[in-house]
């Protein structure tokens, strides 16, 4: 495993969490074996009681009252107070938000170089709009590549005359590192401009060994633009940006980090933010400078040499100059109170520790691929002890997971997610279990029998 990798789940399940002066909690049965018994208690607690058994995660997890509670205390703020007043007001929180998020990436961010977005693909098409690349650039991508994201890369390479390269991957899609070390073939570092991919794929529950592709990116002076929107909060990513070699990540609030949805961010390193474009300029974000060499009228200029041009050429003879750091990404109107509900989410998961919500989430991925492996005929589809609470299925021949999906939430109240071959160029259709710290191994016990069931009476 690279260097920078976290420990693997089975690594975790052996060394239950504690907080050291603090007595062994009592341990409900359900939780027998899992770390951090009294932080899954706790965020249960913090949730309305839910009908039905919700392992979704990946897909969206369950928010907590305080999340909640957040936003519908902004939008009352709005009504009462004033928007614009709300906002000021609630000024501390989204600061405070983003400095959770820089302190989970990168030990080189602090909260400006931290921005809200709508999600982590409105976010990653604001990035590859903003990026400085020539014609004729080249990026390196992964076959897992989240295919929104690559439909965003395919447009501006399609418009800019971009290449688009595979970066060399193992059997299990994740990163060569030798082989890109070695730089041989049409990926090699040398001969590329930006390197993209996400840390865990939506579609299977693997890690990329994403500190040492970035030292090797760093070396070759290839900048990365990190996927995070299924590592952040069940990986630690500092690992990774401790490198130097991320110089930006997007992500989303409401897998990982418990946040809700239609609020994601973007992220930048301060030395690398000002050779980005304002990707979709307004008020908000961006200036107009006219030229100021003394020359009249621009392109479209069509008065005879030496007047002035036409006055639609003096409105276009200029440039955008996008706001300092990251305010050049500034959405301007956008949903306040889901970021609100994002950053209370985030003061959550600081208060909780996140190295202690990792090691439990690796754990209840690992004991939830033993406790599945073979039902049925289903097979995991990553390594039982791959350190993410992303467990794939496979099924056996002749069951859509699509089909047992609907099932399993209308005959067994169970949440999961059926993935799709559209999802990424090396999706299979699989079905996905991805269980957060509130949930119990009660609860993926009861998925098993239900998946016993529906797979048996087909
Ligand atoms: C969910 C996901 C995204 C997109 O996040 P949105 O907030 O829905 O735009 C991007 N990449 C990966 C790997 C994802 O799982």
Redesign the pocket.
Known sequence: MAAGQPRTGAAVADSPGKQPGTPPPALRPADTGLPAPELGEAWRLAREPAPIRHLDA??AARTSRTVIAAMTDYLLAETTTGAYIALEAAAETLTGGRAVLAGLLDPALTAADVAYH???????AALVEAWPLPRGARVGVVP???A??LLTLQARAVRDGLELVDLPVLADGLIDVDALARGDGPAALSELDLVTF??????RGTVQPTAAVAALCRDAGVPVLL?V???LGQIDVTAAGATGGIAAY??????WLCGPRGA?FLAVRPEFVDRLAAPSPSGYNSGWQPRQDGRAGGQGGAGPAGTAGTRPSALTDGRIVPAAGMTRFHLGEAPVAAQVGFAAALAELAAAGPALVRERLHALGAAARRRLDGVAGWRIGEDVATPTAIVTLLPPPGLDPAVVRSRLYAEHGVLTTAIGADR?RDAVPALRVSPHVYNTLAEVDHLAEALAQVSRQP
């Open positions: 990946a897909a709508h999600s982590a693909s409105d976010a990653f897992s590549a989240f929104s994201n996400p840390e865990v794929p939506s579609q996927d929107a299924q590592s997007v992500g989303t609030s409401r897998k994601g990424a």
